[in-house]
């Protein structure tokens, strides 16, 4: 069985530039692919829902130029997943126009570049439910029904190694691929290989977020994964990093509900029977992962939908006696909003957070607070109208700055006030679908289209 | 012994868009077996230490290869609702700090 290397750069393209002089220590292992993931969940539902990337394009062009550099110097395929955050088609089609400007300012090319699009018209799906699709919801959602669809603005399917698979086996040599499955994108050049499932989803796994699989923790620091069918060889190329068993075992089980299922199109990865082994001072090789295939096939859905308009304000406090009064002083801040816009979470919302008390935990904190020398308020407000939200905002915020307490020293204002102007905010997006779509063959959802970038023959070199 | 001395990593951060996940991984076996054997982490433990019904705790797992404790509570509304207070879910472990040990 071929033995294949692939490094990847980044665990999440574009968000920070990837540094480079591990890239080329990676670069010269012989490398046989170059892998890197683009997209996450973690950005919050306004990116998918609002069609807007949530990287830099400075920093998404300067991790692209560097890996389409290499791979074409290499002269090996670089494969890039869920392209500008969300994989929406915006993002594969923002991709594909930097690799084109790419390739004509170093007159690259030329070579094969497959786009793979993941995104769903929320009507296909509206289709596919009333011929009786059963769009089943994740980890304790609901299932999918017509109500949950109208709150919905944009949907992507998250893809398996299939799509991509087919585009590399019809000679692309760059891949930009909509949303796909973080470890779907590593392990589809390890299965054209003719290497486990197993092995090739736990490589996937283990590498989706680069040089965190690594001690001590670095960000964007290239990892190197090989398979040769003795097991998956992980290897920090940063030198002062080591990929060791604890690791790559507490990677494995990095941001997930349970450390021993990996879910993918056609099945899970389990890891529940993984052994470690230090095999250099660099190197960790893991054996013992298993696939348990589904006798159906799903495919994940991703949706998100607006909401609401929304505002902030910011404001301050530092009189000890206002502060131990917070809750009085917001009370009746909520009450005059009460009084002139009618009921809180009836046609708009307020929420403040109080930074010095429990503004990062609010219900989850079980430590009561010390009374804090300041607290910091940022006052959000949703509305479904914009100069609504950003009315009812700046007498939402101003009220702390006349909150009206019996003892109160500080006639000349209850809070300090960082500027008295209302900070337009992004609108409030929600994350509608986190669900599953059972399908008949795992490409169905996914439309590809190969292209020539560069001139010249294309079938000359792949 | 607090909980923060017998472990290197203590975090938290998003599983998906519905769910905060916890990790608590020890320095080495030892500190491990002692973590695990005490019995002091268990689902009904960190549902009381964070206030939440025990039903919201949707996984709790002993992880023996990363010498590690996890476990995973549902959100009440998905990540960056309205309202959110931590996108990332990145700020949550802080109260397992002070859990004692025996």
Redesign the interface.
Known sequence: MKTVRIITPTGHLGTTPLEKASFERGCAESPDFIVADSGS??????PLGADRPASDEVWQRHDIEAMLLAARRLRIPLIIGSASDTGTNRGVDQYVRLVREIAAEHRLGPFRLAKIYAEIPVDEVRRRLKDGAVVRG????PDCDPVTLDRTDRIVAVMGTEPIRDVLRAGAAVVIAGRSSDCAIFAAPLLEAGHSLADAFFCGKAMECASFCGEPFMGKETILGRVDGTGVYLTAMHPDQRCT??SV??H?????????REYVPGGYLDMST???EQVDGKTTRVTGQTFVPSPTTSIKL?GSGK??E?ALFITGIRDPYTIANLDRVIGWAKGKLTERFGPIGGTY?V?Y?VYGRN?????????PAKAPLEVGIVV?V?CDDAARAETICHIAGKNLFYARLPEVKGTAGTAAIMSDEVLHARP????TL?HVIEVADPRELFRTQLETVGAGDPTARP | MKLVELAS?IRS???????I?F?V?CRDRANFERVRDSGVLNRGAVAR????EEGRV??F?V?E????I?F???R?????????????GA??Y??LFDVEIP
């Open positions: 969940a973690d950005i919050g539902p306004y994740l980890n304790g959602r068993p604890a075992a507490s494995a089980m990095y941001e997930r509900l349970n450390p021993f993984c052994s470690y991703e909401v609401a929304r919302n929420f957070h503004a990062v935990m609010e219900a989850l904190e079980p430590t959000e949703t409030a997006y929600e994350w986190n | 990593t951060k998003n599983a998906g868009v519905d769910h996940t990790d991984i230490l964070f206030g939440v949707t996984d797992v992880f290869p990363a010498n590690a996890k995973t509570i549902r009440l509304r998905p990540s960056g609702s309205m309202g959110e207070s931590d996108l990332f700020q949550q802080a109260p």
